[in-house]
């Protein structure tokens, strides 16, 4: 069997052949090497990063901010929050109650409350603090992350 390197390469020279062109060896292999990717390679799915920097809000603790990552929460938004210098929480959102996003944010306070019915939420780490004013909400779901104070990037796993 062929590898794809193989099947541009005798391409390249059929190509180059019939229409009478002539390139050196080296030019190409600088051709196929320009058109190799691993297509064989499995996705990177070891985790979403955030440069913590890019978000003013978490340069404190007790700062919190929200973020839409592709691949993470089905795209809704979720919360950063800084629970300590090095420590980071993140979880959905998404209002465990009846699935209103949860934006209310006082950078003071801490929980943040749903604009729907009036569910609040920890800060730290999503946890119901006060019950909506009708039916019942769960903790918000967490992500389990990791943050590299070198580089300050946090890294999320789906
Ligand atoms: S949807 Fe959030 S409190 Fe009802």
Do not use: W
Not at 3 to 15: I, N, S, W
Not at 30 to 48: F, M, R
Not at 123 to 137: F, H, I, R, W, Y
């Amino acid at each position: 069997m062929k590898t794809t390197t193989e099947t541009r390469r005798r391409f390249l020279f059929q190509a180059t052949s019939s229409v009478g062109l002539m390139l050196t060896a080296p030019m190409i292999a600088s051709i196929v090497s320009g058109c190799e990717t691993d297509e064989t390679a499995a996705p990177d799915l070891s985790g979403l990063t955030v440069v913590v920097a890019d978000y003013p809000e978490l340069s404190v603790v007790g700062g919190i901010t929200t973020v839409i990552l592709e691949g993470l929460n089905n795209s809704d938004p979720v919360f950063i929050s800084r629970i300590d210098v090095n420590t980071y929480a993140v979880f959905s959102a998404i209002c465990t109650h009846q699935g209103c996003q949860v934006f209310d944010i006082d950078q003071q306070a801490d929980s943040v409350e749903c604009p729907c019915h009036n569910a609040r939420y920890a800060k730290s780490d999503g946890s119901v603090v006060q019950q909506p004013d009708s039916g019942e909400a769960t903790d918000l779901p967490r992500f389990p992350s990791t943050f590299n104070s070198s580089t300050g990037i946090l890294t999320i796993n789906p």
